[in-house]
Nanobody
Framework: QVRLVESGGGLVQPGGSLRLSCAVS????????MGWYRQAPGKQRELVAT???????NYADSVKGRFTISRDSAKNTLYLQMNSLQPEDTAVYYC?????????WGQGTQVTVSS
C-alpha cells in the first residue's frame, strides 16, 4: 500500500520561500518517478516538477530557476524547495508517484503567496 503525505505549506509573502516535503511509504519507492503538481482555484492540475530514480529532473517553465525538486532515499522523502514565490504560485500542491499504468497522490498542502 502506497501512502504519500505532504507537509510544509502555508502563507508566505511575495519573494519568500517554502520547502514542501512528501513522506512516502510503500516498497520500492526509489525506482519510480516522483513529482509535484499543483492546482489553483478554477484551474486544472498542472505539473510543477518531476524527478526520476536516477535523479534527472524536469520543471515547468513557470518555476524554472526558482523551484528545486529533490529526493532523500534514506528518509523516503520527496522535497520541493520554492524560492522567489509569487502570488501566481498560490495553489494546492500535490505529491505524485508515477508507476506507469497507475499513479498515487497525496492529499495536498496549501501554499498561499500574499502580502
Amino acid at each position: 500500500q502506497v501512502r504519500l503525505v505532504e507537509s510544509g505549506g502555508g502563507l508566505v509573502q511575495p519573494g519568500g520561500s517554502l520547502r514542501l516535503s512528501c513522506a512516502v511509504s510503500g516498497s520500492l519507492w526509489r525506482i519510480y518517478t516522483m513529482g509535484w503538481y499543483r492546482q489553483a482555484p478554477g484551474k486544472q492540475r498542472e505539473l510543477v516538477a518531476t524527478i526520476t530514480r536516477d535523479g534527472s529532473t524536469n520543471y515547468a517553465d513557470s518555476v524554472k530557476g526558482r523551484f528545486t525538486i529533490s529526493r532523500d532515499s534514506a528518509k523516503n522523502t520527496l522535497y520541493l524547495q520554492m524560492n522567489s514565490l509569487q502570488p501566481e504560485d498560490t495553489a494546492v500542491y500535490y505529491c505524485n508517484q508515477d508507476r506507469g499504468v497507475t499513479a498515487f497522490w497525496g492529499q495536498g498542502t496549501q501554499v498561499t503567496v500574499s502580502s
